[in-house]
T-cell receptor
Framework: KNEVEQSPQNLTAQEGEFITINCSYS?????LHWLQQHPGGGIVSLFM???GKKKHGRLIATINIQEKHSSLHITASHPRDSAVYIC???????????FGTGTSLTVIP | DAGVIQSPRHEVTEMGQEVTLRCKPI?????LFWYRQTMMRGLELLIY????????DSGMPEDRFSAKMPNASFSTLKIQPSEPRDSAVYFC??????????????FGPGTRLTVL
């Protein structure tokens, strides 16, 4: 059983489309992180959320603590957004990170 | 700023050999993390240091793995003896601030380890 589930696993979109990646978790958490892993392997931290919503450029992340769900949205998608997006939930009981398996996004020009 | 520096970037070794991975965190950051990423298990947090002290090593897979941080600018992850199942990409990350939860982490480029 995975404590963190992401959907979809793979996503292909046309440039300009609005994209949503979902993350559901089964444990109580203190915070949730969204990471972006580029095709070359490098990892960048996008957001840390403990409640509500955060926005950075074309990226928006939301979290609903009661529903144990977070979403990452990309507006006006671009080929450079092609990457694997990983959510990581920090459990407030076990004091550990649970990682999703990632969503592989490909944006076609 | 140079970012988090890891060396080597690639390592190929034979089963049974000792492997040492190195990490230099961003200057001024006082938390350091070692992660492992495999196709089967995804990303896993191995160990977390704050102010050079190991705070949580519950993710370290077994006694063959050890990590040290002798000073604020250097950390090592050692595997002795290495096994083929240790083949993975190992990432080091650092953050400013003591919280592993609430502080943004900056990742190094990773070391791709292959154990034959």
């Amino acid at each position: 059983k995975n404590e963190v589930e992401q959907s979809p696993q793979n996503l292909t979109a046309q440039e300009g489309e609005f994209i949503t990646i979902n993350c559901s978790y089964s444990v109580g958490i203190s915070a949730l992180h969204w990471l972006q892993q580029h095709p070359g392997g490098g990892i960048v931290s996008l957001f840390m959320l403990s409640s509500g919503k955060k926005k950075h450029g074309r990226l928006i992340a939301t979290i609903n603590i009661q529903e144990k769900h977070s979403s990452l949205h990309i507006t006006a998608s671009h080929p450079r957004d092609s990457a694997v997006y990983i959510c990581a939930a920090y459990s407030n009981t076990g004091n550990q990170f649970y990682f999703g398996t990632g969503t592989s996004l490909t944006v076609i020009p | 700023d140079a970012g988090v520096i890891q060396s080597p970037r690639h390592e190929v070794t034979e089963m049974g050999q000792e492997v040492t991975l190195r990490c230099k965190p961003i200057s001024g950051h006082n938390s350091l993390f070692w992660y492992r990423q495999t196709m089967m298990r995804g990303l896993e947090l191995l160990i977390y240091f704050n102010n050079n002290v190991p705070i949580d090593d519950s993710g370290m897979p077994e006694d063959r793995f050890s990590a040290k941080m002798p000073n604020a600018s250097f950390s090592t992850l050692k595997i002795q003896p290495s096994e083929p199942r240790d083949s993975a990409v190992y990432f080091c990350a650092s953050s400013l601030g003591p919280s592993r939860v609430y502080n943004e982490q900056f990742f190094g480029p990773g070391t791709r380890l292959t154990v034959l």
